[in-house]
């Protein structure tokens, strides 16, 4: 189990060069984005990063990120646990101009100075990997299929049934 902090800002062409790997943690309370999406959450996102150069030249970050999160489900809105993980191989460019010449299979991070910070994009990968929908199993759910149904919902099944041409009949009869 990792017990490191991942560090805020590295320099990911010195890393790249030298073939270095990061593990560490991320604060999911840190992530802001993230909880705007799904809610404020506690506890860290598990991060391996290695850096490297590939045949071409080109520099890139390879990596494994893990976080348990709790997310409300679609049904009931109440909370529940997720596990989100994100397999990611990132190309660093230091221009958006040079994130069109990365093969499909890599997604480009631009590199500024030198310097990137990390939070940033394990916070995207993690909003990356988001479910869209997710849902208790219906067992153990507070709200079952028959709740969700409303009068209203019964209503507007019943217009539908009937011909959608009803609704020019009367039209025509008033006039």
Do not use: W
């Amino acid at each position: 189990m990792l017990t490191t902090r991942l560090p805020k800002q590295v320099e990911p062409y010195k890393l790249a060069a030298n073939r270095e790997r990061l593990e560490g943690l991320a604060a999911l309370d840190g992530m802001l984005r993230l909880g705007e999406e799904i809610g404020a959450q506690q506890g860290d996102c598990e991060v391996r990063l290695s850096f490297d150069i590939d045949t071409q030249g080109r520099r890139l970050m390879d990596g494994y990120l893990l976080a348990h999160v709790q997310m409300p489900c679609r049904r009931c809105l109440e909370l529940m646990p997720v596990t989100l993980e994100s397999r990611i191989l990132l190309g660093l460019v230091s221009d958006d101009s040079l994130a069109g010449e990365l093969p499909s299979d890599y997604e480009p991070v631009l590199v500024e100075n030198e310097q990137l910070n990390l939070l940033p994009v394990v916070e995207d990968e993690l909003i990356l990997s988001l479910p869209q929908v997710i849902y208790h199993d219906e067992a153990d759910c507070a709200v079952s299929r028959d709740q969700l149904e409303s009068g209203a919902d019964a209503d507007v099944s019943e217009q539908r049934s009937t011909s959608p041409f009803e609704v020019l009949r009367n039209l025509k009869g008033k006039l």
